[in-house]
């Protein structure tokens, strides 16, 4: 018996949850057609996770049937080689993350700037899905980069960013987080796109489904893989005991765009190891984002805006730096108020040429107890020229800085050009 025979007979066995507001019958088939004739991808080329109806009616182009089994495969992604012209020395030779930008005397060894060309975005995806005699959509995606970097540059081994399955409205595996909203991510060349996302790809279970023809809402329990904990040299290590707890209503607009409201509780936590007393705290934050078209759906205005407790550990841009808590001299955590703001446009100048203008601002609230030259704020703004001179073939130019700011408020600036070809599959 074939793998896919088997994958699916499991998954049918095991689904039996209630699927609501739906009107499947057993003859339904995937919608193989694509209806989008845009050239340029949205360049993040973010995956939007379907489940339910929305499932069976999104665009599933380039698939064939397997075999053996009701369903169908496609395979996907892109081929992209970044040429990066760092002028001030920053310390990812690869992205250029807010945290990398270098500060005079903060104890990092100083350098010149740089070139780089490398091809670690490269990603390729396998996408399969199907609905069962019932009825039932079901879908396994899987996706690979290369950006693992704490790996040298000859040795790219490949990296998982997504791996999950959908049952009906359930969605299990690692995904993006239910709080992060992909819409309103902005067109970078560079891979950190400004550091302006909420939350990470985590690990999760997710329900989602719908309020009326135009709201839908999300609940999940999600691992906190990033807490963000500063133990100051003291015994320990974060280890969290209970999962997050998120959720998100999203409303679609009339221009074709969509307003995003979400909101997540966790715990933080520091485990003493038996030596010092275990500490926890309850880390909060609520996030409001979205795009907006305009001028007959040819321009979009993106933003996003977020505020919490401990919500350094939600902040792609303070992540690696320990923002969210710190344990106190009494053996306590203190949570850091963290905030996210950004904005951008996207302006299709023709069917084969789109600029785009975003910048990206975070800052955090420190403790008395942070050291002088950990970093507090920071901003990015990028701008650049994507154009398509031919089908599945985008190229584009980038300019970008960067500054940060530190909590004895030292400041350094970042500048980087960005070249790139992007062939996709």
Same mark, same amino acid.
């Given at each position: 018996?074939?793998?896919?025979?088997?994958?699916?007979?499991?998954?049918?066995?095991?689904?039996?949850?209630?699927?609501?507001?739906?009107?499947?019958?057993?003859?339904?088939?995937?919608?193989?057609?694509?209806?989008?004739?845009?050239?340029?991808?949205?360049?993040?080329?973010?995956?939007?996770?379907?489940?339910?109806?929305?499932?069976?009616?999104?665009?599933?182009?380039?698939?064939?049937?397997?075999?053996?089994?009701?369903?169908?495969?496609?395979?996907?992604?892109?081929?992209?080689?970044?040429?990066?012209?760092?002028?001030?020395?920053?310390?990812?030779?690869?992205?250029?993350?807010?945290?990398?930008?270098?500060?005079?005397?903060?104890?990092?060894?100083?350098?010149?700037?740089?070139?780089?060309?490398?091809?670690?975005?490269?990603?390729?995806?396998?996408?399969?899905?199907?609905?069962?005699?019932?009825?039932?959509?079901?879908?396994?995606?899987?996706?690979?980069?290369?950006?693992?970097?704490?790996?040298?540059?000859?040795?790219?081994?490949? +990296?998982?960013?997504?791996? /999950? $399955?959908?049952?009906?409205?359930?969605? !299990?595996?690692? =995904?993006? *987080? #239910?709080? &992060?909203?992909?819409?309103?991510?902005?067109?970078?060349?560079?891979?950190?796109?400004?550091?302006?996302?909420?939350?990470?790809?985590?690990?999760?279970?997710?329900?989602?489904?719908?309020?009326?023809?135009?709201?839908?809402?999300?609940?999940?329990?999600?691992?906190?893989?990033?807490?963000?904990?500063?133990?100051?040299?003291?015994?320990?290590?974060?280890?969290?005991?209970?999962?997050?707890?998120?959720?998100?209503?999203?409303?679609?607009?009339?221009?074709?765009?969509?307003?995003?409201?979400?909101?997540?509780?966790?715990?933080?936590?520091?485990?003493?190891?038996?030596?010092?007393?275990?500490?926890?705290?309850?880390?909060?934050?609520?996030?409001?984002?979205?795009?907006?078209?305009?001028?007959?759906?040819?321009?979009?205005? +993106?933003?996003?805006?977020? /505020? $919490?407790?401990?919500?350094?550990?939600? !902040?792609?841009? =303070?992540? *690696? #730096?320990? &923002?969210?808590?710190?344990?106190?001299?009494?053996?306590?955590?203190?949570?850091?108020?963290?905030?996210?703001?950004?904005?951008?446009?996207?302006?299709?100048?023709?069917?084969?040429?789109?600029?785009?203008?975003?910048?990206?601002?975070?800052?955090?609230?420190?403790?008395?107890?942070?050291?002088?030259?950990?970093?507090?704020?920071?901003?990015?703004?990028?701008?650049?020229?994507?154009?398509?001179?031919?089908?599945?073939?985008?190229?584009?130019?980038?300019?970008?800085?960067?500054?940060?700011?530190?909590?004895?408020?030292?400041?350094?600036?970042?500048?980087?050009?960005?070249?790139?070809?992007?062939?996709?599959?």
């Amino acid at each position: 018996m074939k793998k896919s025979t088997i994958l699916f007979a499991v998954l049918g066995t095991c689904s039996v949850l209630p699927v609501f507001g739906q009107n499947w019958h057993p003859g339904d088939t995937l919608n193989t057609v694509k209806t989008d004739s845009i050239r340029i991808s949205d360049f993040r080329d973010n995956i939007i996770d379907y489940t339910g109806q929305d499932l069976v009616d999104a665009t599933f182009p380039n698939s064939w049937p397997l075999f053996g089994a009701k369903a169908r495969m496609a395979i996907g992604g892109y081929i992209k080689l970044d040429y990066i012209q760092d002028f001030d020395g920053g310390y990812n030779r690869f992205q250029y993350e807010i945290q990398n930008v270098p500060v005079d005397g903060d104890g990092r060894p100083a350098q010149s700037g740089y070139m780089n060309l490398h091809a670690r975005e490269s990603r390729i995806n396998f996408d399969i899905r199907s609905i069962n005699e019932v009825g039932r959509p079901f879908q396994i995606f899987i996706e690979l980069d290369f950006y693992n970097l704490d790996r040298g540059p000859f040795n790219q081994t490949p +990296r998982l960013r997504h791996a /999950y $399955g959908v049952m009906g409205r359930l969605l !299990i595996g690692r =995904t993006w *987080g #239910t709080q &992060s909203d992909l819409f309103a991510v902005p067109s970078t060349i560079d891979f950190a796109a400004g550091d302006a996302l909420t939350g990470t790809r985590r690990a999760q279970v997710r329900w989602e489904d719908k309020l009326g023809s135009r709201f839908m809402y999300a609940l999940a329990l999600e691992m906190l893989e990033f807490p963000g904990i500063d133990g100051r040299d003291t015994v320990g290590q974060a280890s969290q005991q209970l999962p997050l707890l998120t959720g998100r209503i999203t409303k679609k607009t009339a221009s074709g765009g969509r307003l995003f409201l979400g909101a997540s509780v966790f715990q933080l936590r520091w485990d003493g190891l038996g030596i010092m007393p275990n500490a926890t705290a309850m880390g909060w934050g609520f996030s409001f984002s979205g795009r907006e078209y305009f001028g007959s759906k040819k321009h979009y205005f +993106r933003w996003m805006a977020s /505020y $919490g407790q401990g919500w350094g550990s939600q !902040i792609v841009a =303070t992540l *690696g #730096t320990e &923002s969210s808590a710190i344990v106190t001299p009494e053996g306590n955590l203190e949570q850091m108020p963290a905030l996210n703001i950004g904005g951008g446009f996207g302006l299709r100048i023709s069917n084969t040429l789109i600029a785009n203008l975003n910048s990206n601002f975070y800052s955090i609230d420190p403790s008395e107890y942070k050291e002088g030259y950990d970093m507090k704020a920071g901003v990015s703004g990028h701008a650049n020229l994507i154009w398509s001179p031919i089908k599945s073939l985008n190229t584009g130019i980038e300019y970008m800085l960067a500054q940060r700011t530190n909590v004895n408020n030292s400041k350094g600036k970042g500048r980087r050009a960005l070249l790139m070809i992007k062939y996709l599959f």
